[in-house]
């Protein structure tokens, strides 16, 4: 039995359909359906119930990907550790701010220096994202690390510390941090997130007082309130773009201001695996501006 078969059941896992795993492994829907069939006939038993419009797998095929996830991984890994050049396919999760200050350099640079390199992205939370690397969906990420607690199943090599700072509305007649908190509703960035959490730990120790009824997840979303004069909040700098749709006050936080880490994160080690090495690489040269 071919490995490509069993790359292709993992791939239909993922994405729930054979339309979603043709995508991804550049197939047509025929060929992935004829590769679940001789699956099927290599196993004696169904992989997936068709009696439904959509295809449900059968816990028989949960069993066989799960049994082979790790030697997939391995053997993948063992290719690109030997290949003469990066190529092939990979999956990068990446959370939403930084597609808009990372992404775009990061993009260009591996078009540029690995042409054969087809980079898969996956948007998300960085938990979320964590928790694809770990289950196989994903072979790395670009997330805020937690300050403690971090997986030891994934690799860390941090990229940079992203500060956090104040936006207010243009019009503030104060630039101090106390009486800007004390003038207007605190809205709070998610206090689930990484960010929000120390965020909100920050304005706790300075303006314990501070009046809070929205908390939001997007940073597009606090800036475009805090524009219109509704509320102030701590959150990572805003992307110039941004700012340049949303007129506010950035008021920085000190010399030691509220910050979160951004790191790389994935299943294997760069030294391990040639096509992580070169995204690691690559990630830096992009947030330092190497371009």
């Known amino acids: 039995m071919k490995v490509e078969c069993f790359q292709t059941l993992a791939a239909v896992l993922r994405s729930g359909s054979f339309a979603g795993a043709a995508a991804e492994m550049n197939l047509s829907p025929s060929a992935v359906s004829l590769q679940m069939k001789q699956l099927e006939t290599y196993f004696g038993q169904p992989l997936f119930d068709r009696s439904a419009l959509q295809v449900r797998p059968t816990a028989f095929a949960l069993e066989v990907s799960a049994t082979l996830d790790g030697a997939m991984h391995a053997l993948e890994s063992l290719r690109r550790k030997s290949a003469p050049v990066v190529e092939g396919k990979v999956t990068l999760g990446i959370i939403e701010p930084m597609q808009v200050t990372l992404l775009p350099s990061f993009m260009a640079l591996v078009r540029k220096r690995y042409p054969n390199l087809d980079v898969r992205l996956e948007r998300g939370r960085s938990t979320a994202l964590v928790d694809a690397l770990r289950s196989g969906a ?34 503030a007649a104060t ?35 501070a009046r809070s009824r929205i908390e939001l997840l997007s940073i597009p979303a606090i800036v475009a309130m805090a524009s219109r004069g509704l509320g102030v909040s701590v959150l990572p700098q805003p992307d110039p773009y941004l700012l340049e749709a949303f007129p506010v006050r950035v008021v920085a936080l000190g010399e030691s201001p509220p910050s979160r880490q951004i790191s790389f994160a994935s299943r294997v080690a760069p030294d391990e695996d040639r096509v992580i090495a070169a995204l690691l690489d690559t990630l830096r040269s992009a947030a330092t501006g190497n371009v």
């Open 175 to 209: 630039r101090s941090v106390k009486a800007l908190f004390k003038a207007y509703e605190w809205i709070r960035f998610d206090t689930s997130t990484i960010a929000g959490s120390v965020a909100a730990e920050f304005v706790q120790r300075v303006a314990p007082d």
């Open 138 to 171: 994903i072979e790395a990420a670009v997330v805020a690390q937690p300050e403690s607690g971090a997986s030891a199943r994934v690799r860390w090599a941090p990229l940079f510390r992203e500060p956090c700072v104040l936006v207010a509305p243009r019009d």
